[in-house]
């Protein structure tokens, strides 16, 4: 039986592959025309299709630049903002802090020992007359006078609380310069002492007064540098520190002043230790102002930038 089914089996292939054979055969022509046809739109799908993803992908990748640049945009804006809001907030706690270190800087100055240099600073000039009028005698009498005021301000603002200011440190040189200034310049002009000498220290002094205004307008806020804060004595923002040798020098320049202007009381005027004096005073001048230039940031001190390291 099995040689029979396949006999049979293979018969039918055979009859299938002539029929097969036989329709192909006779339409060979249109058989071509077909495949070039599909091909060909095959060919023109492929094209339309690439094209469309490529058209996608384009749009795709414009959207997303677009989307890129809008939220870098948003960002920055709200970066601006906060920025603007950390600066507005930086500049709030910097007038609070101002305004509590200016409450904190205030101090009394209506102390005994300013007074005493005010009461130095309005002698001198009623002393500069007196001198150049020839009433020596009376001129000595208020020299001491002003010499005494000069050693009790000192000793009361160290030794009794609540009497030393910062402002002191400003207003106690500016009496003693004021008053050396007036009696050196009243002493040459009726020839008691020498020209050079009262040269030397009006120029001394006047750079010292000169360099303490400089001193007090770099001390106050960039914010606050107006004329009514600068001329406000309450508001302290430095503080002076003389030098030993300026001291030592202030301490001689008032004896030779006192020993020239007696000199016509007690008739010594040609005297070799008086003219030695003159000499002595001109060196401790020029060293006086040595000393405060090799030492200048020691005489004097910011009080607003101390707080601000103790902090």
């Given amino acids: 039986m099995l040689p029979i089914k396949l006999l049979q089996c293979s018969l039918r292939s055979k009859s299938c592959a002539n029929l097969f054979r036989a329709k192909c055969l006779f339409t060979p022509r249109q058989f071509l025309i077909d495949q070039r046809k599909v091909l060909g739109c095959t060919q023109q799908f492929l094209v339309y299709y690439s094209s469309t993803q490529d058209v996608k992908k384009n749009g795709l990748t414009v959207k997303t630049v677009k989307g890129t640049e ?146 007090r307008y770099n001390s106050l806020p960039p914010n606050h540098r107006t004329l009514k804060k600068y001329f406000d004595a309450t508001h302290v923002t430095a503080q002076l520190a003389p030098t030993f040798i300026s001291k030592v020098n202030t301490a001689v320049q008032l004896f030779t002043i006192a020993a020239s202007l007696g000199a016509p009381i007690f008739e010594y005027g040609d005297h070799i230790i008086l003219h030695n004096l003159w000499y002595l005073t001109g060196f401790t001048t020029a060293a006086a102002a040595l000393s405060y230039w090799l030492q200048r940031k020691q005489t004097y001190k910011y009080l607003r930038q101390t707080k601000k390291q103790n902090q």
């Fill in 70 to 215: 809008i939220l870098q945009q948003a960002l920055e804006k709200k970066k601006h903002q906060l920025k603007a809001k950390k600066q507005q907030i930086q500049d709030n706690i910097r007038d609070k802090r101002t305004k509590v270190e200016e409450v904190i800087e205030r101090e009394n100055i209506f102390t005994i020992p300013n007074f005493l240099c005010i009461a130095r600073i309005a002698m001198s000039p009623y002393l500069g007359y007196v001198i150049i009028h020839g009433n020596y005698s009376f001129g000595m009498g208020l020299l001491i006078i002003a010499g005494l005021t000069d050693l009790a301000d000192g000793y009361i603002a160290r030794n009794y609380a609540g009497q030393k200011s910062n402002f002191g440190s400003f207003l106690d040189p500016l009496a003693d310069k004021t008053l050396v200034t007036t009696l050196v310049v009243a002493l040459t002009y009726t020839n008691l002492m020498p020209l050079w000498l009262t040269v030397m220290i009006v120029f001394r002094d006047l750079f010292l007064i000169i360099a303490a205004f400089v001193i």
